[in-house]
Nanobody
Framework: QVQLVESGGGSVQAGGSLRLSCTNS????????MGWFRQAPGKEREAVAN????????YVPDSLEGRFIISRDSDKNTVYLQMNSLKPEDAAMYYC??????????????????WGKGTLVTISS
């Protein structure tokens, strides 16, 4: 069983940066597709970024490219989300997500096998 534990959320001023971490503390596999979703109040959950723990390029939507960077440390079973130049509209609950196997595109929430409990990001203007 994959168990995802997030950390790193908090409050930051607009224009600032935060780094989120997600560690798989459960069973590890040769590869998982791991990433992040976010959900703001009254909005649908949306994909933020994902990456294969076994290697390869990340997937980030065009709207976040350049500001949000996902990376992995396979030795620590951890993926990171570096968020820069944060805007008020980036405020949301951020969820770590994982899917068994390889991902070849941005994840869809319906295809996620495992979810973390979420970490809250608030942005003050």
């Amino acid at each position: 069983q994959v168990q995802l534990v997030e950390s790193g959320g908090g409050s930051v001023q607009a224009g600032g940066s935060l780094r989120l971490s997600c560690t798989n503390s459960g069973n590890t596999y040769s590869n998982l597709c791991m990433g992040w979703f976010r959900q703001a109040p009254g909005k649908e959950r949306e994909a933020v970024a994902n990456i294969n723990t076994g290697g390869g390029s990340p997937y980030v939507p065009d709207s976040l490219e350049g500001r949000f960077i996902i990376s992995r440390d396979s030795d620590k079973n951890t993926v990171y989300l570096q968020m820069n130049s944060l805007k008020p509209e980036d405020a949301a609950m951020y969820y770590c997500a994982a899917r068994s196997g390889w991902c070849s595109s941005l994840l869809k929430s319906a295809l996620v096998h495992y979810w973390g409990k979420g970490t809250l990001v608030t942005i003050s203007s």
